[in-house]
T-cell receptor
Framework: QKEVEQNSGPLSVPEGAIASLNCTYS??????FFWYRQYSGKSPELIMF????GDKEDGRFTAQLNKASQYVSLLIRDSQPSDSATYLC????????????FGKGTTLSVSS | DVKVTQSSRYLVKRTGEKVFLECVQDMDHENMFWYRQDPGLGLRLIYFSYDVKMKEKGDIPEGYSVSREKKERFSLILESASTNQTSMYLC???????????????FGPGTRLTVT
């Protein structure tokens, strides 16, 4: 059974701090990795994707990928109360076409 | 921007009723997906489709069926609704583009279904 694991949280950080969200996956053949943000009562919104080892930066967000360790992370710099949400890690399944498998999500709370 | 719409935001049905959930995307995406999301269980894939009239079972297809007669529309059918099908249902779509971008999925707003 292919899996994506995330700490459920809540992860609590003060406003302006760096929030670090982590994800591990079991399918060594996975090539595409995604971070979705989901506000309470809303649907997931794609915020970052990464395909290559290393870092990818987009504004205050940085995705990091280490395929050897089967580990992907999301850093949020200068965290804002509006970043408070659940963050879902998603990974493609190498033997299942374009299907993704999602982690259960980490809840982030940013206090002002 | 990709737009995925779902027919209802909230739906209340009785046990045993046949329920149709509709999803429409306007970006000519080949791939469409139905998930349900429950507290503590995360997003679970019910069915997906790569093309018109094509369907594949996901992780939890029991009690559900799907229909895709047109490329832009993907319907989820609960043949005989039960209380354990009370959940948030999310539709998503993605393009069979080149390489790795084909995995990017975009979600509709969700339908919160309550079966009483």
């Amino acid at each position: 059974q292919k899996e994506v694991e995330q700490n459920s949280g809540p992860l609590s950080v003060p406003e302006g701090a760096i929030a670090s969200l982590n994800c591990t996956y079991s399918d060594r053949g996975s090539q595409s990795f995604f971070w979705y943000r989901q506000y309470s009562g809303k649907s997931p919104e794609l915020i970052m994707f990464i395909y290559s080892n290393g870092d990818k930066e987009d504004g205050r967000f940085t995705a990091q990928l280490n395929k050897a360790s089967q580990y992907v992370s999301l850093l949020i710099r200068d965290s804002q109360p509006s970043d408070s949400a659940t963050y879902l890690c998603a990974v493609n399944l190498s033997q299942a076409g374009t299907a993704l498998i999602f982690g259960k999500g980490t809840t982030l709370s940013v206090s002002s | 921007d990709v737009k995925v719409t779902q027919s209802s935001r909230y739906l209340v049905k009785r046990t045993g009723e046949k329920v149709f959930l509709e999803c429409v995307q306007d970006m000519d995406h080949e791939n469409m997906f139905w998930y349900r999301q429950d507290p503590g269980l995360g997003l679970r894939l019910i069915y997906f489709s790569y093309d018109v009239k094509m369907k594949e079972k996901g992780d939890i297809p029991e009690g559900y069926s799907v229909s895709r007669e047109k490329k832009e529309r993907f319907s989820l059918i609960l043949e005989s609704a039960s209380t354990n099908q009370t959940s948030m249902y999310l539709c998503a779509s993605s393009s069979t583009g080149t390489g790795l971008k084909s995995y990017e999925q975009y979600f509709g707003p969700g339908t919160r279904l309550t079966v009483t």
